[in-house]
Nanobody, 118 residues
Framework: QVRPVESGGGNVQAGGSLTISCKSVGLITSVFNPKTMGWYRQAPGKQQRELVASITGSKSTNYADSVKGRFTISRDNAKKTVYLRMSSLEPDDTGVYYC????????WGQGTQVTVSA
């Protein structure tokens, strides 16, 4: 069964750093490698999941203005894994982080909770 498996979240103080990971379980490499993958954030009390960073198969990246210069997305195609390095974290970065492809076509995983305290 195809599903993203997110991990690495936790509690961190404002100004701190955290790296989260997402492994695409069940996807074969030839399907995963060309996919543009993204990290989505669901803030507390909101239903919408906001795309905060994306990376193409050729490793071009794009970021939401709110995280530009602070977050770095990367991928390891051999491991079918996408990473998000988050630095200079702010309380507004708090939320559940999910990964999915750019069309949100994969089943959603359980996400990983990131909580930033002031």
């Amino acid at each position: 069964q195809v599903r993203p498996v997110e991990s690495g979240g936790g509690n961190v103080q404002a100004g701190g750093s955290l790296t989260i990971s997402c492994k695409s379980v069940g996807l074969i490499t030839s399907v995963f490698n060309p996919k543009t993958m993204g990290w989505y954030r669901q803030a507390p009390g909101k239903q919408q999941r906001e795309l905060v960073a994306s990376i193409t198969g050729s490793k071009s990246t794009n970021y939401a203005d709110s995280v530009k210069g602070r977050f770095t997305i990367s991928r390891d195609n051999a491991k079918k894994t996408v990473y998000l390095r988050m630095s200079s974290l702010e309380p507004d970065d708090t939320g559940v982080y999910y990964c999915n492809d750019e069309g949100r076509e994969l089943p959603w995983g359980q996400g990983t909770q990131v909580t930033v305290s002031a």
